[in-house]
């Protein structure tokens, strides 16, 4: 069973509109990434989380830790046509090797 | 600046056949590790080796094959390529561990096996 669990597996969202994705897991986060990826494309970089309550920022995409929780968000604010594609989380979780969830696949609708 | 650099991007083998799916570097990290994606399943990391000379198994090794001669080449070999092995293979590196360091990926190898 997957140890990171993400939710939605999809979402369509009305350009304009916010969304948020959660990764869950089942073991005690040390530290969590955010990457993106675009179909027949490499992970980008997003964010990267390690303190418990941690917030980052980076244009219109804001990602929290809650350390309690063992969960991230991932939220994206007024979403346009380039937020389209699939986020991943990975994290620390297998003896300093990353693991990741199966992925939120967003669509961005005109 | 290439980064990380995965060749050949596709490719269709027959039950049996092998091959080496090649990954090479030039940001003169120390680790680096190959990773499949099947469709709703996330990313499996498949070996990793943290410096040169040295490589140890991740999650799902069986059927694959690595070495690090160099820092800049992590070649995956497949020897006897299987229907299961139909994947999308990603290779990565990273100059500290994963905790560390974010992980700098390739744009990727599809592969069939058929």
């Known amino acids: 069973s997957q140890e990171l669990e993400q939710s939605p597996q999809s979402l369509i969202v009305q350009e304009g509109k916010n969304l948020t994705i959660n990764c869950t897991s089942s073991?005690?986060?040390?530290?969590l990434y955010w990457y993106k990826q675009k179909y027949g494309e490499g992970l980008i970089f997003l964010m990267m989380?390690?303190?418990?309550?941690e917030e980052k920022s980076h244009e219109k995409i804001t990602a929290k830790l809650d350390e309690k929780k063992q969960q991230s968000s991932l939220h994206i604010t007024a979403s346009q046509p380039s937020h389209a594609g699939i986020y991943l989380c990975?994290?620390?979780?297998?003896?300093?090797?990353?693991?990741f969830g199966a992925g939120t696949t967003v669509t961005v609708r005109a | 600046n290439a980064g990380v650099t995965q060749t050949p991007k596709f490719r269709i083998l027959k039950i049996g056949q092998s091959m080496t799916l090649q990954c090479t570097q030039d940001?003169?990290?120390?680790?680096m590790y190959w990773y499949r994606q099947d469709p709703g399943m996330g990313l499996k990391l498949i070996y990793y080796?943290?410096?040169?000379?040295?490589?140890d198994k991740g999650e799902v090794p069986n059927g694959y094959n690595v070495s690090r001669s160099t820092t800049e080449d992590f070649p995956l070999r497949l020897e006897l390529a299987a229907p299961s092995q139909t994947s999308v293979y990603f290779c990565?590196?990273?100059?500290?561990?994963?905790?560390?360091?974010?992980?700098?990926f390739g744009n990727g190898t599809r592969l069939t096996v058929t």
């Open positions: 940001m003169n990290h120390n680790y």
């Open positions: 073991k005690t986060l040390y530290g």
């Open positions: 080796s943290v410096g040169a000379g040295i490589t």
């Open positions: 990565a590196s990273s100059p500290l561990a994963a905790l560390n360091s974010p992980l700098h």
């Open positions: 990975g994290a620390d979780i297998r003896d300093y090797k990353l693991s």
């Open positions: 989380l390690q303190k418990g309550g």
